[in-house]
């Protein structure tokens, strides 16, 4: 049987990268289907498959276009009837769709399922980020848990993804208006796009996030025992600052919705798009208990450069597509992209592209020294440095590095009574990290040379010390753009408090580049120069 595969949408925003995922493969013959058969055609001669046009709206012409499974990428699904799925099962095929309307998810097995399983067909909604993805992660994230307490999912585009004004309008849908959420383990209802509340984008930095109304709230709320968040961001503050205030006209009903404004609002984002980035990111993070009894905090993180995120809603369509044509879903029946897919096989749709996703945390948690320090902003490390400094168990880093510093009788003196090494070129370098009850030891192979030094965390919040030999140095973590540095407070001998004065000046960062942990320690003295230095990389 030819699988003749029915894009719908094909030339919109997403219907488009779509497309692009699924123009080369062999085991099926693409069709895009748009309204617009010019530019259909002009995407279907690049890409090498077939167009027709198409009207959403006239479901009952697809008995023309023979498709052995159709997907609708085309939307906005907020207000949608079930007319297409209903037509494509009729016909015998199956039926993907990207829907984030939480309305028609919700409704949509209880409408089709019967239908489908009669046709012998399966029907999907939702196989999109919400809530295919966030859920895939989710699951990833709790495997083994007894219990989930919360789970919070923020999603932030970049300010230069393109946005139909589809999606516009369904954003402003709900802007304002009273949404469902469940909340310290009760349903309640809250404004959308309600809240101010800084999200940590590992990879992106931090970005605003608000209330957004998806399907996630009725699905992860089967889940919690306490609450479920889905927050949605725009990069560039001033504008979500500016819709979160638009809000307030619909929720002190001077207006009885924002969606009349769906054309300016977008072109005063598309003019303001040049400020902001290309880079896009989403969040899940969850806390429960896992199967040991112990406190768990875990997240699941996606960062996508170089405008690759407008394909991370897709993924899971084309994911739930290839488990049909690897007859691997043998499911029917109509339900949402729940369970269908796993994270690993959404995330394959995507090689390629400039996305990289991460898992933090999951342990129990017992806090390591970095989280100690850093506490949330350790999200926004990037992972080299996570992996050398967020320590649970003893490990050797392997590297290189260069030792310097001035060769006076005093300095040198120093250095030995340390017992730090001779200055030079090290291409044999090892740091051993062994955490123990209350911090870390940290010693470092230069060749024959090694020395040690001990760092644990201090009751001022966010405040380590380092102690080397009999003197020790307390430090203040510093967030970076690419890691942290460490800033020196005050010192002492043993425990004999020194004058910060005659105390020599420390400068530390710890960061990545090109993908690998890098260091830079410089202790200086303004009598005796630079008493020790010392740079390099490691890797695991």
């Known amino acids: 049987m030819t699988r003749r595969v029915v894009l719908v949408g094909a030339t919109g925003a997403f219907g488009e990268r779509l497309a692009r995922l699924l123009a080369p493969w062999p085991e099926i013959e693409l069709i895009l289907a748009a309204r617009g058969l010019e530019r259909a055609q002009a995407l279907a001669g690049e890409l090498g498959c077939a167009a027709a046009g198409f009207d959403r709206d006239r479901p009952e012409t697809l008995r023309e276009l023979r498709p052995w499974a159709v997907i609708d990428a085309a939307g906005p699904f907020q207000r949608s009837a079930m007319h297409l799925p209903r037509a494509a099962i009729a016909l015998g095929a199956h039926y993907i769709d990207i829907a984030d309307g939480r309305d028609f998810v919700a409704g949509f097995a209880a409408a089709l399922d019967a239908e489908a399983r009669s046709a012998g067909v399966i029907a999907v909604t939702g196989a999109s980020s919400t809530p295919a993805l966030s859920n895939a992660a989710l699951d990833a994230l709790t495997a083994g848990w007894t219990r989930l307490d919360r789970v919070t999912v923020a999603i932030s585009p970049g300010a230069r993804a393109p946005r139909g004004l589809s999606v516009v309008r369904a954003i402003l849908s709900y802007v304002g208006r009273p949404v469902r959420v469940f909340t310290g383990g009760r349903w309640a209802h809250e404004a959308g796009w309600s809240g101010l509340r800084r999200v940590i984008f590992p990879g992106l930095g931090r970005r605003l996030g608000s209330l957004c109304e998806t399907p996630d709230l009725d699905l992860m709320a089967g889940r919690v025992e306490q609450e479920a968040q889905f927050l949605a961001g725009l990069e560039l503050a001033p504008l979500h ?127 390591t020294l970095l989280q100690r320090m850093l506490g949330d902003a350790t999200w926004e490390l990037p992972a080299p440095v996570v992996a050398v400094h967020d320590r649970t168990s003893r490990q050797t880093f392997s590297g290189r590095g260069v030792a310097r510093g001035a060769r006076g009788l005093l300095v040198r003196l120093s250095r030995t009574v340390i017992g730090l090494p001779e200055t030079g070129c090290y291409g044999d370098l090892k740091v051993t990290i062994a955490p123990d009850a209350g911090g870390e030891w940290w010693t470092r192979d230069f060749g024959p040379c090694r020395f040690s030094s001990r760092l644990r965390s201090l009751a001022a919040p966010g405040e380590f010390e380092e102690r080397v030999g009999p003197l020790s140095f307390r430090f203040q973590p510093v967030l970076r753009k690419n890691g942290f540095a460490w800033r020196k407070l005050s010192w002492r001998l043993g425990p004999l408090p020194l004058p910060k004065a005659l105390g020599p000046q420390v400068r530390a960062t710890s960061f990545a580049r090109d993908g690998v942990y890098r260091f830079s320690v410089v202790t200086a003295h303004p009598w005796l120069g630079v008493i020790f230095a010392y740079s390099g990389r490691l890797t695991g």
Do not use: K
């Open 241 to 367: 600052v500016g819709l979160w205030l638009m809000s307030w006209l619909v929720r002190l009903r001077v207006v009885r919705s924002l969606e009349p404004a769906a054309r300016p609002l977008r072109a005063m984002a598309d003019l303001a798009a040049g400020l902001g980035s290309d880079r896009g990111g989403m969040v899940v993070l969850a806390e429960g208990t896992g199967g040991d009894g112990a406190a768990r905090r875990a997240r699941w993180s996606l960062a996508a450069q170089a405008n690759a995120g407008p394909s991370v809603p897709v993924a899971a369509a084309a994911a739930v597509l290839r488990g049909l044509v690897d007859r691997r879903i043998e499911a029917r029946g109509a339900q949402a992209c729940v369970g269908l897919v796993t994270l690993d096989e959404i995330i394959d749709e995507l090689a390629g592209l400039q996305i990289t996703t991460r898992a933090d945390g999951g342990a129990p948690e017992a806090p």
